[in-house]
């Protein structure tokens, strides 16, 4: 089974642009989730999909969005990129919503996102 | 204000003994709690979870104890390996929220 994964691994943008991240979900996983990895700081929650609905979403400006298809992948979105966007961007899925118990997140391997 | 904390960034141990990781939160409201292990440049992988009705929950050599009273849990790996050398990060699910991790501690096993 494969896990899931995003792409790209790598992507370097200049301050101001926008970002496209991609994420595919495990097969059968309905809810996609978008961490922020800063540098030497924790998982910082950012986004939350479900049955293609944004279910919640973290402490984040406007500028991060995101959607999810009919087949369950999803895109994080980040515009008018700043330095301090700089971070590994990590997307889970899980089996059931966030209400859902022993079902945990699995990750992919994330995408760096470096903005010069 | 961070709701689930893990106190210490990092962690050395000898290989063979027994490394103990802690993990403490605010939010009376989880009830699920788990682990993850994190290398270098790949995704955080689970270890193992356990729900607020039970005290322990084991799986080989990890051991997750809760204590709700005192909103603390930890993971204890035993025998310690060169290969559990990773970042390990607490995340805590429960009233509403979706899951909430903790900083990580950064653990050393040593040869």
């Known amino acids: 089974e494969a896990g899931v994964t995003q792409s790209p691994t790598h992507l370097i943008k200049t301050r101001g642009q926008q970002a496209t991240l991609r994420c595919s979900p495990i097969?059968?996983?309905?809810?996609v989730y978008w961490y922020q990895q800063a540098l030497g700081l924790g998982l910082q929650f950012l986004l939350w999909y479900d049955e293609g609905e944004e279910r919640n979403r973290g402490n984040f400006p406007p500028r991060f969005s995101g959607r999810q298809f009919p087949n369950y992948s999803s895109e994080l979105n980040v515009n008018a990129l700043e330095l301090e966007d700089s971070a590994l961007y990590l997307c889970?899925?899980?089996?059931?919503?966030?209400?859902?118990?022993?079902?945990?997140?699995?990750f992919g391997n994330g995408t760096r996102l470096t903005v010069t | 204000d961070q709701q689930v904390k893990q106190n210490s960034p990092s962690l050395s141990v000898q290989e063979g003994r027994i490394s103990i990781l802690n993990c403490d939160y605010t939010?009376?409201?989880?009830?699920?709690f788990l682990w993850y292990k994190k290398y270098p440049a790949e995704g955080p992988t689970f270890l193992i979870s356990?729900?607020?009705?039970?005290d322990k929950n084991e799986d080989g050599r990890f051991t997750v104890f809760l204590n709700k009273s005192a909103k603390h849990l930890s993971l204890h790996i035993v025998p310690s390996q060169p290969g559990d050398s990773a970042v390990y990060f607490c995340a805590a699910l429960g009233g509403g929220q979706n899951f909430v991790f903790g900083p990580g501690t950064r653990l050393s096993v040593l040869p």
């Open positions: 889970a899925s899980s089996l059931l919503g966030a209400s859902s118990y022993n079902s945990p997140l699995h």
């Open positions: 097969s059968g996983h309905t809810s």
């Open positions: 939010n009376s409201m989880f009830d699920y």
């Open positions: 356990i729900s607020s009705i039970k």
